[in-house]
């Protein structure tokens, strides 16, 4: 009888990767701590205990998922600027008619994130 070697579970490796994610993309876009809270639905106090390494999003939660969105749009306007954090940051800031606002703002709301996040995704992918 063959023995199994039984894996850890990629689950918390995965949570703390996303928060890690989250907190850079975050910063790279100069999304303060009370505004990266508003984006993850979640409190101040969470996002300090994230950045302290004391709390990792939960798959299961939104605040994951979330997460995941900012990352996404973070790349895609990391992938639109060349890496130019100051013209992501700038673009963020800046009204767009498209979007029908100003995504800084947009991206407090699940809605306006996802929305957001689809933008800058079709964007690039223009032929």
């Not at 508003?38 to 106090?45: I, K, Q, W, Y």
């Amino acid at each position: 009888m063959p023995l199994s070697i039984v894996q850890p579970s990629k689950r918390p490796v995965r949570a703390a990767v996303v928060t890690k994610a989250a907190l850079r993309a975050a910063d790279a876009l100069g999304l303060s701590g009370a505004a990266l809270a508003r984006v993850l639905g979640v409190s101040n106090a969470t996002v300090s205990r994230m950045r302290r390494g004391d709390h990792h999003l939960a798959e299961q939660d939104k605040a994951y998922e979330l997460a995941l969105q900012l990352v996404r749009l973070y790349r895609g306007l990391e992938a639109m600027t060349g890496g130019d954090r100051a013209a992501a940051r700038a673009w963020l800031d800046a009204f767009n008619p498209d979007l029908d606002g100003v995504p800084r703002e947009a991206i407090a709301t699940i809605a306006g994130l996802i929305g957001t996040a689809a933008y800058v995704d079709a964007f690039r992918a223009r032929v």
